[in-house]
């Protein structure tokens, strides 16, 4: 299976701070991309990654590919309060459906 | 646009019920998935369809259905509820079959007693 899997699994911080996720997936992916959950809702697109990128940026976010290690980082600068939220690493791979890791809980303290 | 909209919100099912839910997706998008979402297993891929056909199927029993219209609008059905079936049923749709970007649903949160 090609899911990915996120670290760590809960994350809590302060108001202000860095937060940083990774993603790990086991196979060749076309492209990668992160998610946010807020509790019990669906889930919001925040960036996607192509397989020949290295980083992109958004906003407070910044995102990292590393395809020769297979993993990937989500680092979102700042955090405020309204970041608490699940966030989910999700892979692509030809015509094969989204297969989406199991997240990582951020809680942003105020 | 409206956003991608799923009904009922919440249900309440007891084992050997059936259960029909709906999605609508954004106006203009022809692909629509399922996705089921449970605390153990996360999010697991259901089924996708587009323009009416089934494009590609998760590894559920046969139980667990779908279908979908020529509006776009998707169903899906889960027959004979186990206790295990509950879950958030979260539907994602996006503009066509090579779009990358899902949109998601709010889901419907299935408890079966």
């Known amino acids: 299976s090609q899911q990915g899997e996120e670290d760590p699994q809960a994350l809590s911080i302060q108001e202000g701070e860095n937060a940083t996720m990774n993603c790990s997936y086991k196979?060749?992916?076309?492209?990668l991309q992160w998610y946010r959950q807020n509790s019990g809702r669906g889930l919001v697109h925040l960036i996607l990654i192509r397989s020949n990128e290295r980083e992109k940026h958004s906003g407070r976010l910044r995102v990292t590919l590393d395809t020769s290690k297979k993993s990937s980082s989500l680092l979102i600068t700042a955090s405020r309060a309204a970041d608490t939220a699940s966030y989910f690493c999700?892979?692509?791979?030809?015509?094969?459906?989204?297969?989406f890791g199991k997240g990582t809980r951020l809680s942003v303290i105020a | 646009k409206a956003g991608v909209t799923q009904t009922p919100r919440y249900l309440i099912k007891t084992r050997g019920q059936q259960v029909t839910l709906s999605c609508s997706p954004i106006?203009?998008?022809?692909?629509v998935s399922w996705y089921q979402q449970t605390p153990g297993q996360g999010l697991q891929f259901l089924f996708e369809y587009f323009s009416e056909t089934q494009r590609n199927k998760g590894n559920f029993p046969g139980r667990f259905s779908g279908r979908q219209f020529s509006n776009s609008r998707s169903e899906m059905n889960v027959s004979t509820l186990e206790l295990g079936d509950s879950a958030l049923y979260l539907c994602a749709s996006r503009e066509s079959a090579t779009n990358e970007k899902l949109f998601f649903g709010s889901g419907t949160q299935l408890s079966v007693l």
């Open positions: 999700a892979t692509s791979s030809g015509n094969t459906p989204l297969v």
């Open positions: 196979t060749s992916i076309n492209n």
């Open positions: 106006s203009g998008h022809r692909s």
